[in-house]
């Protein structure tokens, strides 16, 4: 599987845009970008996946560049609740065999 | 989407006894796997659980240690064998179909 290249920690203001990076310059044409966020003593939580198009949905919205070799996950209207580590994860569709192996991920603090 | 309890959510076990872990899953799903996330770290795939067939394993994690069941479709076990203070950490089961996984709330196990 390829691997992926987050910043370990960030920092957004509540009621600002998050904006998680991610690089992944080795994926290959049939793997999906996935993210997943785990807050604290919960377990991971889905949140959006995208192939080569932008994608959104209730949670955030995924812009892939057009080489995907990277992306970035946008919450829109960062709230403290959103205060979690953001998994990047590249694999194939489950159908496909795929699985996801968890990097290091990104700690997102949300501040008043 | 799908929602997954575990059994037990917690357990203090004492070194050199099995615990076994259950995984139910409230609709049929095609992929299982279980997931262990040692203290401040990320998780690690342990093993996908196959229906009717020999779970397949992760390197660095074998059957002896871990042995796992699935026998069909919403169900799944992890045992955790002949424990050692090293095996203390969140065990984690997910369940999905072709692209979105959703995961327990994880089983906090303390050897002594």
């Known amino acids: 599987d390829a691997k992926t290249t987050q910043p370990p920690s960030m920092d957004c203001a509540e009621g600002r845009a998050a904006n998680l990076p991610c690089n992944h310059s080795?994926?290959?044409?049939?793997?999906?970008v996935y993210w997943y966020r785990q807050i604290h003593s919960q377990g991971p939580q889905y949140i959006i996946h995208?192939?080569?198009n932008n994608e959104t949905n209730e949670m955030a919205s995924l812009i892939i560049t057009e080489d995907r070799k990277s992306s970035t996950l946008i919450l829109p209207h960062a709230t403290l609740r959103d205060t979690a580590v953001y998994y990047c994860?590249?694999?194939?569709?489950?159908?496909?065999?795929?699985?996801?192996?968890f990097g290091q991920g990104t700690e997102l603090s949300v501040k008043p | 989407s799908a929602v997954i309890s575990q059994k037990p959510s917690r357990d203090i076990c004492q070194r050199g006894t099995s615990l076994t872990i259950q995984c139910q899953v409230d609709?049929?799903?095609?992929?299982m796997f279980w997931y262990r996330q040692q203290p401040g770290q990320s998780l690690t795939l342990i093993a996908t659980?196959?229906?009717?067939?020999?779970?397949?394993?992760e390197s660095g994690f074998v059957i002896d240690k871990f042995p796992i069941s699935r026998p069909n479709l919403t169900f799944s076990t992890l045992t955790v064998s002949n424990m050692s203070p090293e095996d203390s950490s969140i065990y984690l089961c997910?369940?999905?179909?072709?692209?979105?996984?959703?995961f327990g709330p994880g089983t906090r196990l303390t050897v002594t």
């Open positions: 995208g192939l080569k």
């Open positions: 997910s369940a999905g179909t072709d692209y979105e996984q959703y």
């Open positions: 994860i590249v694999s194939v569709a489950g159908n496909q065999g795929g699985k996801l192996i």
């Open positions: 080795t994926i290959s044409g049939n793997e999906y």
């Open positions: 609709s049929q799903v095609t992929m």
């Open positions: 659980a196959n229906q009717g067939s020999e779970a397949t394993y």
